[in-house]
């Protein structure tokens, strides 16, 4: 009998209404941050309102953004990954060696294709890994991906032998580097592979059953979804996106390096989730939640960094602000 | 005449714009039991809510002992002397039973740390005035529903309250567990007590309450002393319709039971499981109900879970639909031809934060999905054609689950597994928490399903349910099947007599 903590029911009055248009800070409080973001940076930071500005934070949110679906996902079945980071370091310290190897060099349309794909399948046995370990031997989803967390970076460094891998091939850079409509590729790549994630979540079989489970998964067990496979799938998708980030980032520098690559993403991403609206039980994945709170981490970080605040410091803003989505979704779930 | 323990008039509640409540009273005495009653989503939980800080009120007052009660929490309202027994029980199934019993006033040690063998030995003390023997220090969790019902009443009751609320205390509980809890109702009414008893087993008021406050769609219909009325009225009053009428309707609707007895639908031979089921024989017939009778723990859900494959078999064998059959899972169990109606609502029934719609068509889904997507018109039409023919009162249909009245709840699970349309359906429990009304047409939908040549095995911890509603009744002890009981001439005494004449044998032997 946990007397849980004041339970202020949500009856349609309680929020303020401004017109007809219901504001309530626990739902919209995502777009407020993004809009007093938008609004402080327009006024404070120097050279804000630039094309440039635009393209330079389109480029660097894609990357958190992708880990952000998949992360979403996870944290729908009730899990969590904190191999991401680890995973796009992997990835991305695979791609270059692979269009550098000598097979790469003598056929490097056969090369480049290897290079964009072997990464991806490299990044699914990890999600795979992690997937096994959580739904079929039960280990905590913290435990089971810390494992890869600090083994798949060590794993891409041995890779490399610790190197920075600089390269040149302007096919693989367009990854990063390349322009549609004037706006970066990887941008559009996002919108495109969020689209499908939503599409995924709220139309299939698969995104009903990823609800579900975590939703309540002894009930999901006898309704007859199929647990074990459809968490495995889930991680395996985080990992993917994971791979795909990495390389976008080894693209955009022209080099790999697998020491830096993806550090610390894993809390970017569990932050964009979560101020997203992703609940860490389960139940809930806003694809478009992790994109404006993506978004959000990303202005976040380029607004201190144009203001000259020191890199720790911006750490604990990251902190700050997963502590605040955490504790309004406390106040939501009431 | 003294004051009214507990006023609340006029109280308004709406969720969302829709009314739950529209100007509702009750008054409670002093050292009074009181009854509460109507129909499923009639607002009788709401308006317990309203009245113990859950809810917010929109409108009305509300008097606890003499004074002005506007408690925020659950935990100011217990504080003032009200201990509550919510629909959906809030335990903690992974704290072990001392835990969830001593939750909140624990026993201090010198330093402030926690006494655990005082609390253990209080705990026993408390369940043992239920004839509860339990393993204090196992979680709580590892105990039957019932079990974890009495738990929770005990711990209302050890609260020391002035007022007991129970929101559906039977609702799992057998005959003889009802008999304890009426004892320990009427020690607290002689202690001066007050208990406000909310219920659909219109018999148990006759027994217990003084009186009785009838609610209909949110407002209160009439409050009777219970000496000075009868069961036809009361349902006459909470359903709005004619006293005429319910008089020529029986009282259980599983129909005459001339059942035209079909092949052999499944037949399980002294299976056995892990899970505390040792040997467990049964047949079931395409057009029949068979009934698990048994007392708690006897193993009737663990034969339910083994059949359904959430239970590895560890000896034995089954045929169903005349193949060999071990399903390793839920998963292939329902790709057979399977369904089951879990017992505990909360814990694997609903996923509450999903829609009626969704968690209607979860055990169905794969058939409504072309290449992975789901068809969301059938869908649709699927869960409207349910939600009228079963009656169920949401909102609409993409309102969350969690937002239904217990028993609408329940109807939505029920619908579940008729849309798969299931050779063999296991019920645990299915009419749990439903109105009288409802339950008569429930029983007649299980009746209906079963004529179409499909069978049903029915567990109920009603007597009256199974006796009447099952075609044969297998009766089970320790996880033993021990004898049949067949119908016509089952009557409530032959089974409760065949249950204890085994019990007896049982316990002898192991003696
Ligand atoms: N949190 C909520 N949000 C929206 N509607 C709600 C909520 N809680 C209850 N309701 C609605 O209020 C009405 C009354 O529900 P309530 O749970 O009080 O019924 P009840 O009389 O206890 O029924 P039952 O016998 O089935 O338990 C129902 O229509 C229900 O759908
Ligand atoms: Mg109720």
Known sequence: ?334 | MALPLLTAKSIDKAFSGVAALTSAELQIEGGEVHGLIGQNGAGKSTLIKIITGVYRRDAGTVEFDGGEASFINPREAQSAGIATIYQELNLVPLRSVTENIVMGNEPRKWGGLIDWKTANSQTKKVLSDFGLDLDVERPLGEYSTAIQQLVAIARAVSLNAKLVIMDEPTSSLDDKEVAVLFGVIRQLKQTGVSVLYVSHFLDELFEVCDRVTVMRDGQTIGCHQIAETDKFELIAEMLGRNIEDIKSAGMTDFGGGEAKRGEVLLQADNIGTDNRLRAFSATVHRGEIVGLGGLLGSGRTEAALALFGVDQLTQGRMVFKGEGFEPDDPVTAIRSGLGLLSEDRKAEGIIPDMSVRENLTLALLPRLTRAGQIQRGREREIVENFVKALGIKTADIDQPIRELSGGNQQKVLLARWLATEPDLLILDEPTRGVDVGAKLEIQSIIREYVDRGCGVILISSEFEELVEGADRIVVLQDGYSVSELENPGISEDILIAAIAHHHDEVSGANA
């Open chain 1, 1 to 334: 009998m946990t007397q849980e903590s004041p339970v202020l029911e949500n009856s349609g009055s309680s929020p303020a209404k401004l017109g007809s248009f219901k504001f309530d800070l626990r739902k919209h409080g995502g777009l407020l941050a993004l809009v007093i973001l938008l609004v402080f940076n327009a006024l404070v930071t120097p050279n804000f309102l630039q094309p440039q500005t635009l393209f330079v934070n389109i480029s660097q949110v894609a990357t958190i953004a992708i880990v952000a679906i998949g992360m979403t996902m996870v944290i729908a079945t009730g899990g969590i990954d904190l191999s991401v980071g680890a995973v796009m370091a992997l990835a991305g310290a695979l791609a270059p060696l692979i269009f550098l190897s000598p097979f790469g060099v003598e056929y490097p349309i056969l090369g480049l294709i290897a290079a964009f794909t072997l990464p991806l399948f490299a990044a699914a046995f990890c999600g795979l890994f992690n997937g096994v370990l959580v739904s079929v031997l039960n280990v905590q989803p913290i435990i089971a991906t810390l494992i890869l967390f600090i083994s798949g970076r060590g794993i891409a460094q041995v890779l490399t032998n610790g190197n920075l891998q600089t390269f040149s091939n302007d096919a693989f850079s367009y990854l990063g580097t390349g322009k549609i409509l004037g706006l970066p590729f990887q941008g559009w790549l996002t919108l495109l592979l969020a689209l499908i994630a939503f599409w995924f979540v709220r139309r299939t079989l698969f995104g009903r059953y990823l609800l579900a489970i975590g939703g309540n998964k002894r009930a999901a067990l006898l309704s007859g979804v199929p647990v074990r496979p459809v968490t495995i799938l889930a991680y395996v998708i985080c990992s993917v996106l994971a791979g795909v980030a990495g390389m976008i980032v080894v693209a955009i520098n022209s080099a790999s390096d697998a020491a830096r690559n993806g550090n610390l993403m894993e809390l970017d991403a569990i932050a964009a989730a979560v101020v997203g609206g992703a609940l860490l039980q389960g139940g809930k994945a806003p694809i478009f939640g992790a994109i404006l709170g993506a978004i959000i981490i990303q202005l976040v970080k380029y607004t201190l960094l144009a203001n000259g605040v020191e890199d720790e410091v911006a750490l604990i803003a990251k902190a700050a602000i997963i502590v605040l989505a955490v504790w309004l979704q406390q106040a939501r779930k009431e």
